[in-house]
């Protein structure tokens, strides 16, 4: 791990993360000697990965948080398996046709999957993400609703009780979401309980539920129990997927498209 001191911040909290995935947690003392850098670097480094969700400080140093409530921020998440992000998004959009009704749901992947809709024609699409609503508020062919709510930091997107009560006032053909974790005995799960409680009520008003999930969310359990197999239509996933993952999500319920 040598040699970082003249790499970029991101690079170097990468290699941090690494380290407290192996030791779980990490001191600046032994980092300093790792990494060849100060200590102030160090300590900057952990208030910027405790501010994204994964890292606790501790005293002269920093754990590796664990745990299902754990929510990591979405600008780390965006960077994470771009070209398998993009396939899925892909596969996705391929499914909407003229004259759909479309919800798109918070997330890195729900994110691309506006972008890869915006040369669809005659379409509705609903988004409470505001990634997505700023991708799509110049395709000039796509009729743009911005679902309210209260201003979910973590997710960059409108949850809550104002974001429901809007949602039930619409019939969608397609709804894309997102999940944190994906699994045969629990389905759907995510952290946060008003992103999950969200995400029931736009089941209910979607015909045809559509998750959209990078192999690294399989098999993995979050907090909150969104959705069973049996409610998700399909699971769209890269080909990297694990074979036993995927036979055992296929054997509870659901589709699984692998791009």
Same mark, same amino acid.
């Given at each position: 791990m040598k040699g970082l001191a003249a790499m970029k911040a991101s690079a170097r909290r990468e290699e941090i993360l690494k380290?407290?995935?192996a030791h779980q947690t990490g001191y600046t003392a032994e980092l300093c000697r790792e990494l060849d850098v100060s200590a102030m670097t160090i300590r900057r480094d952990f208030e910027v990965m405790a501010g994204q969700g994964l890292v606790t400080l501790i005293r002269g140093g920093a754990a590796l948080n664990h745990g299902t409530s754990v929510v990591y921020s979405l600008k780390l998440r965006q960077t994470h398996l771009p070209l398998e992000k993009q396939r899925i998004a892909q596969r996705c +959009? *391929?499914?909407?046709c003229e004259g759909n009704s479309v919800f798109i749901d918070c997330g890195s992947t729900a994110e691309r999957i506006g972008e890869a809709l915006r040369g669809k024609k005659n379409i509705t699409v609903l988004t409470n993400s505001l990634d997505t609503a700023q991708v799509l508020s110049t395709a000039k062919s796509i009729k743009l609703i911005m679902v309210p709510g209260e201003f979910n930091e973590a997710i960059r997107g409108f949850t809550g009780l104002l974001t429901t009560d809007f949602i039930q006032r619409f019939r969608i053909d397609y709804i894309f979401l997102g999940a944190n974790g994906i699994d045969a005995?629990?389905?759907?799960?995510?952290?946060d309980y +008003? *992103?999950?409680?969200?995400?029931?009520?736009?089941?209910?008003?979607s015909r045809h539920v559509i998750v959209a999930?990078?192999?690294a969310k399989l098999g993995s359990s979050y907090f909150e129990i969104v959705a069973r197999l049996?409610?998700?239509?399909?699971?769209?996933?890269?080909?990297?997927?694990?074979?036993?993952?995927?036979?055992?999500?296929?054997?509870?319920?659901?589709e699984v498209i692998l791009v």
């Open positions: 380290y407290l995935q +959009a *391929d499914m909407v005995s629990h389905g759907m799960t995510v952290p +008003a *992103d999950a409680e969200t995400k029931r009520v736009l089941i209910r008003q999930a990078d192999h049996p409610e998700i239509e399909a699971i769209v996933t890269d080909s990297d997927a694990d074979e036993t993952i995927v036979q055992e999500l296929r054997a509870g319920g659901t």
